[in-house]
């Protein structure tokens, strides 16, 4: 393991010749970092007032590899590793050679950790195929380093050494060489051994092998266990036990480096100083390791010692700088493998419980929300630790980047978050290697075949094509007309079959109506297709630039990501929504595809209607009926059109609901709309409510309960656990409405970055004023003193299990409907109590207070109102609106 970075070939600890006295205590430093060293000389305040608990392995081989003398080589940690000559037994090899050296060519009396000179004074060459063997008494995990140093040799130079290192079931090493530097390099691995173990060392062809000391040593049965969370999507992974493992960094954060003799399986503990990627935002800490306790069940000294819990890094305080930012590290690995990432914490920084709570995320992904070690751990300043499991897939720039920040409902006065220790390691890969594809038996486990195939097919394919294409163009060239050159152009006789009159262009659109949209290059478009396919009305390009006045910038109503709006009005005088595609918009193609797809096939009065659509002259444009009274949003907040009533609210709620209740059961196959908001809920003349644009939205698979798709919504309405699986689902547009309801009820964006941190998020804010019991305060003061207590519990109730954080936990759409309909005949009720001498035949008076109405009496209270036919439309004539 080169334990400053993933890479086999390259060193951070090279000596280059004259290097300065600067630069020689670097070198001396990293040397440490290789776990070679026994014992750091520590600091005074560092220095540790007892030796941990040992652990006492069953099987523990120790080999000074080519040391040649009788004599064992002792460290200060209390370790003895056996010469040559006591452990010629375990090698078989048939060609082999001892070197050793007086000095290494460092100043030992320099060195942090003199003692572990003597293992990197001799090394073992193997000039061919050579292996050590070691009986396990006790089956499980067991602990495999390997050193490595290349000692001066008379004839043979190891920084050229090429080889390949392997047990009987796994590849450590694979053509590995040590680089032209004279470097250090330790490799640590953790397998599990049944019965024997074997070490192979397979030197490259006219190369040779080498190696400084082995060590086999038995670690605990519970040092990994058997399952782990993921991320990226968020889950459990099983089967932990069926890998081997590699650690690639193990880091002490916020406290020096850890030595052996101070751990209690003779691990080293990095300082995290190279890899904290915000030293500005972070503050070390620490306290006495003594103060440390592990709890009863979960972490343990064989997890990580005392003095790794003692010290951490937090945040430093919100009066010196922004409080919104994340403690961060960043470490360069393969990208080619899949990493447990485990996370040490201990709270060693807080007066009280339950006063830390913080985020913690890997390569930008939530991995633990909320976490509060003084729930997990029932006390302060004790030990606890997480796994998870990061996939290959998911890690981009060669490296992982771990953060910690404080979480938005943390209650503290000061935001705050920590980290003790943290460990990567790599997992054995397919091919049972941690370098490469290749297995222990020369096979390769890549995918080069399949690909070569799919090449030399592809290839075929387009050769026969560009074959077929040309015997084409000659049999229509031997038969072309007398007179084509007088023809408007070449391909008005190239291709046609049937009629001489059909374009090139048009013929090949005619060939792609199954696949609805193909090039966009015609001039005459998919007219004929669409009205084929009963998509709605095509209007010609010049129709609709005498509806806009030319598409005039003063007929613009709306803006959105794929375009603007205009209102036109058509030449009966009906007035229209016309949403003209942008060319340099994100959305294009897809998103003018689905819409006519999706909105030909819905019929509901709560979904706006499609007329028809343009696509002449590359042009992109829908035609939608014109909704007066324009986006729900408007009569919200940030404009100046009046606002709307609690009664009117839970009706266009309602209406709302009865919508996307539709999408979900209604049609043929079920829709998920995926981006439900309030500018996306239109109001016709009279106030009815129309959900739009389904540009993003997909149809719900029938074999199955979610889509996996890409996340794309909008920000605030967005659903977590879509975020975090990209796995879309119906539910994801109940959590999307959930937000809409709170947003309909305190009249204020989603997202509010002005505000302080918690209340941010209006769906986190409301959640936590719920909470507390002190809604009322963020109610929309136009509506508080209006609303009926027990319908505004009715309401909440259900806004709150729409934002519920995981979809099993949410009603359908049909649930939330039915409690909202409650919620207006609640309100209904209490509105008739207040005024009794009301007759209507549409409310009933009641003789006892709006808490004590029973389903019975609420049943007539109120009748739909929305049953009004809607010969309306999209998007109202005031306010520029900037949407999706």
Same mark, same amino acid.
């Given at each position: ?138 089956? %499980? ?213 339950? /006063? ?48 910690? %920040? ?166 009966? %005088? ?40 343009? /696509? ?76 739009? /644009? ?191």
């Amino acid at each position: 393991m080169l334990l400053g970075g993933d890479n086999n070939n390259s060193s951070p600890f090279s000596r280059p010749s004259g290097f300065s006295s600067f630069l020689f205590l670097s070198f001396l430093l990293s040397f440490t970092t290789f776990a070679v060293c026994v014992r750091a000389e520590s600091p005074p305040s560092s220095s540790p007032s007892s030796s941990p608990s040992t652990y006492s392995p069953r099987d523990n081989y120790l080999i000074d590899c080519g040391s040649g003398s009788s004599e064992q080589t002792s460290l200060d940690d209390g370790r003895t590793f056996k010469s040559d000559h006591e452990s010629s037994s375990y090698l078989s090899t048939k060609e082999d050679i001892e070197t050793s050296v007086d000095s290494i060519p460092v100043k030992a009396k320099s060195s942090p950790c003199p003692s572990a000179y003597p293992l990197y004074r001799s090394a073992r060459i193997f000039t061919g195929e050579s292996r050590y063997r070691f009986f396990i008494s006790q089956p %499980g995990p067991h602990w495999v380093r390997l050193h490595f140093y290349p000692v001066p040799h008379s004839s043979i130079k190891l920084t050229d050494a090429v080889f390949t290192v392997q047990t009987d079931k796994f590849v450590l090493l694979h053509d590995f060489s040590i680089g032209n530097t004279t470097s250090l390099v330790f490799k640590e691995y953790l397998i599990n051994i049944t019965g024997r173990l074997s070490i192979i060392f397979k030197p490259h062809k006219d190369s040779h092998a080498f190696i400084n000391a082995i060590e086999v040593v038995s670690a605990p049965g519970s040092i990994i266990s058997d399952a782990a969370s993921t991320v990226a999507p968020r889950d459990t992974f099983t089967g932990l036990s069926n890998f081997a493992f590699e650690v690639s960094y193990r880091l002490n954060v916020g406290g020096p480096m850890v030595t052996p003799k101070n751990d209690t399986l003779s691990r080293t503990w990095l300082s995290d100083e190279a890899y904290n990627a915000f030293p500005e935002g972070s503050e070390a800490v620490s306290v006495e390791p003594k103060n440390v306790h592990y709890p009863d069940g979960g972490a343990t000294p064989y997890i990580a010692p005392n003095w790794v819990y003692a010290s951490a890094q937090k945040m430093k305080e919100a009066q010196v700088m922004q409080p919104n930012f994340n403690l961060t590290w960043k470490m360069s690995v393969d990208p080619s493998f899949s990493y447990l990432i485990r996370f040490h914490f201990c709270d060693i920084v807080s007066k009280s419980l339950n /006063d830390l709570l913080f985020n913690v995320y890997i390569n930008e992904f939530m991995a633990a929300s909320s976490l509060d070690l003084s729930s997990l751990t029932d006390a302060l300043s004790t030990a606890y630790y997480k796994d998870f499991v990061l996939n290959a897939t998911a890690i981009k720039n060669d490296s992982i980047t771990v953060q910690v %920040g404080p979480a938005s409902n943390a209650q503290s006065s000061l935001p705050n978050a920590i980290l003790n220790g943290l460990e990567v390691i790599k997992l054995s890969n397919e091919a049972g290697s941690f370098d490469g594809l290749f297995a222990v038996d020369g096979t390769y486990k890549g995918d080069t075949g399949t690909k070569m195939k799919i090449v030399a097919g592809v290839g075929l394919l387009m050769g026969v094509t560009a074959i077929v294409f040309l015997g084409i163009v000659f049999v229509r060239w031997q038969r072309r007309p007398h007179d084509w050159d007088k023809r408007k152009s070449f391909s008005s006789w190239l291709l046609p079959l049937h009629s001489t009159k059909t374009s090139f262009l048009s013929s090949k659109s005619s060939s792609r109506r199954s696949s609805l949209f193909g090039s966009r290059k015609s001039k005459s478009g998919y007219s004929g297709l669409f009205s084929n396919q009963g998509l709605g009305r095509f209007f010609t390009f010049t129709e609709l630039q005498n509806a806009t006045q030319n598409f005039d910038e003063n007929a613009v109503i709306g803006v959105g990501g794929f375009g603007k709006v205009y209102i036109g009005v058509l030449e009966d %005088g009906n007035k229209v929504a016309i949403k003209r595609g942008n060319p340099g918009s994100e959305q294009g193609i897809n998103e003018f595809q689905t819409e006519i797809q999706m909105l030909s096939k819905l019929r509901h009065r709560h979904l706006v209607s499609l007329i028809g659509f343009c /696509d002449e002259q590359s042009e992109m444009i829908l035609v939608y009926e014109y909704m007066a009274n324009g986006p729900f949003r408007d009569h919200l907040y940030g404009t100046n059109q009046p606002p709307v009533s609690w009664k009117q609210r839970l009706e266009i709620c309602i209406g709302s609901a009865r919508g996307l209740h539709y999408l979900h059961t209604g049609a043929a196959q079920g829709i998920i709309h995926r981006d439900v908001k309030t500018t996306n809920i239109l109001l016709d003349e009279n106030l009815v409510a129309k959900v739009a /644009d389904f540009g993003l939205s997909k149809a719900a698979p029938m074999d199955r309960g979610y889509v996996s798709t890409a996340v794309k919504g909008s920000f605030g309405y967005l659903d977590p656990e879509y975020f975090r699986r990209q796995q879309l689902t119906e539910k994801s547009d109940v959590y999307s409405f959930g937000v809409v309801l709170f947003e309909v009820l305190c009249a204020r964006p989603v997202i509010n970055p002005k505000l302080p941190r918690e209340q941010v998020s209006l769906a986190e804010w409301a959640l936590q004023c719920h909470r507390k019991g002190i809604l009322e305060k963020i109610i929309d003061p136009v509506i508080a003193e209006t609303i009926c207590k027990e319908s505004l519990r009715k309401y909440v109730e259900a806004a709150e299990k729409c934002l519920a954080e995981y979809g099993v936990d949410r009603p359908g759409m049909g649930d939330v409907l039915w409690n909202l309909e409650y919620a207006m005949q609640l309100q209904e009720a209490s509105t008739q109590i207040d005024h009794p001498e009301d007759k209507s035949a549409n409310l009933i008076a009641l003789d006892k207070p709006c808490e004590n109405l029973s389903r019975e009496d609420l049943a007539v209270a109120v009748s739909d109102n929305s049953e009004i036919a809607a010969g309306s439309s999209l998007f109202s004539p005031v306010g520029k609106v900037r949407g999706r």
